[in-house]
C-alpha cells in the first residue's frame, strides 16, 4: 500500500507553534531556590579573585608552617691564632682554630613555634573555607534582587499596558465630547510615569546583573540569565537541635575558635620563650705546618633570660589577655548565634504572612472593585481618579507580595548560612518543600 507523503507533512501553524513552544522554554526564567543557587556557585572557586586570594594565603601559610626550622642553623668558626716571642710554640699549640656550634632543641622553643605556624595556617584555611558559604549566601540575596526587579518590570509592562487601553478608550471618548480634557490629561501623566518605571527598572536590572557578576567573579559586563521568584515558602518551626548545627558551622564562629586556638599557642610559644637557649660547640686547634691537631675542646653553652624576666613576664601577660579575650569573643559569638536564629525564624515568619495578607486578602479584594470600576469606566460613568487609585492599590499589594517573599528567601538564605545547611531541613509540620512558582 502506498502512502502520499503529504500526509505526513506538518502543517505551517503547528510548525511555527513547536518553534515558539521550544523558544519559550530554552529563554524561560530559572527560580531562585538554594539548591540552583548552590549549583550556580560551583564556579565560584575558580573565578572570584577575593577567593582565590585567601586561598593562596591559605597556602603560603601552610608552606610556612611547613618550612617552620626544628633545629637552629649550626655556626661555623675559622681563625688564625698568632703567638709572641714569649708565648708557647705555634707547633706546640697549633695556629689554625676550628670550630662549630650548635643550638640544642631541648626546651621546646622549636617545637611551639612550629605549633604557631599551624595555628595561623589553620586560620588561613578557615578563612578561605567560610569565605564560600558567604559568596554563596550574598549570590542568592543578588539573585533575589534581580529576580525582583524582573517582577516589578512584569508589573510595570501590565500597567502601561492597561493604562495605554484605557487612555485609547478615553481618548476616542474625547473627541465626541464624552470626557473632559483634564481627566484625559490625568490619564496621559500616569501613562508616562509608567513608561520612565520601566525605564528605571531596566537600569536597575543592569546594576543588578553586574553585582550578580561580581560575585561569580563574571565580568562585570556579561549576560545574567533571567531568574525569577519563588513561591512562598511553607511556615518553618523552630527545632531545639538547630543552634547545634549553627554552633558549628556559623563562618564568624568558626574563624574565632581558630583565633582562639591560635593565641593559645602563642600563649605556649611565649611561656617557652622565657627557657634558656642550650648549645654545644666543638673547637679544635691544628698546625698549619704539618696539618695536625694539636688540642679540641667540647663546650656547653648556656644562655642567661633571667635578666630580662620581666619583659618576658609582660610577654607573656600580654598574650594571655590576647588569649582570654579569643576566648570571650567565642562566648559571644555562641551566644548571638542562638539569638540570631531566633531573628532570621522571625524575620522569614513576619515576610510570609505579609506576602499571606497581599496573596489572600487584599489582591481578591481590590481586583474585585477594580474590575467593576474598570467595567463602569468603560461603560462611561465611571470615576477615572477611583479607577486608577484603585489601579495603584492593585499593584502595590502585588509589590508588596513579591517584596515579602524575596525577603523571606533573603531571610532562609542567612539562616542556611548560619547553620551550614544547603537547604532547609525537612520539620515535622513541613512533610514536603513548596513548590517554585511556575
Known sequence: MNFSPHCFRTPPQIGCWIISLLMALQGRAEVVTPSAVHRLAGSIPERHPGLQALELRAGAAQAQAE??????????RAGGIGFTSRGPLASEEGDIALGITQTLPVFGKESSAHAVAQAEAQTARETAEVRIPILQRDLMERLLELALIHRSIDLAEADRVWLQRIFDTLETRHASGKISAPQLLLLRNELSQAETRLKLLRIDTQDAAARINRVLGHPIDRAVGSWELPSK???????PDWPRHALTAEPQLRVARTLSA??????????????????????????SGDGGLRNGAAILSVSLPWFNGDQYRKDLTRDRLRLEAAHREVANLEAEV????????????????????AEETLLPRIRTALDSATAALSAGPGELRDTLDLRRQWLDAQSS????IAEQWSAIAELLLLCGWHDLPQSPSQPSRPSPAP
Request: avoid cysteine.
Open 67 to 76: 618550612a617552620t626550622r626544628r633545629w637552629a642553623d649550626p655556626t661555623l
Open 338 to 357: 542562638t539569638l540570631e536564629i531566633h531573628h532570621w525564624v522571625t524575620r522569614i515568619e513576619s515576610a510570609r504572612i505579609r506576602a499571606e495578607l
Open 262 to 287: 591560635e593565641a593559645s599557642a602563642r600563649v605556649e610559644a611565649t611561656r617557652r620563650s622565657r627557657r634558656p637557649n642550650l648549645s654545644l660547640g666543638l673547637d679544635s686547634r691544628q698546625y
Open 401 to 404: 507580595q513579591a517584596t515579602a
Open 233 to 239: 515558602a511553607a511556615p518553618i518551626t523552630y527545632q
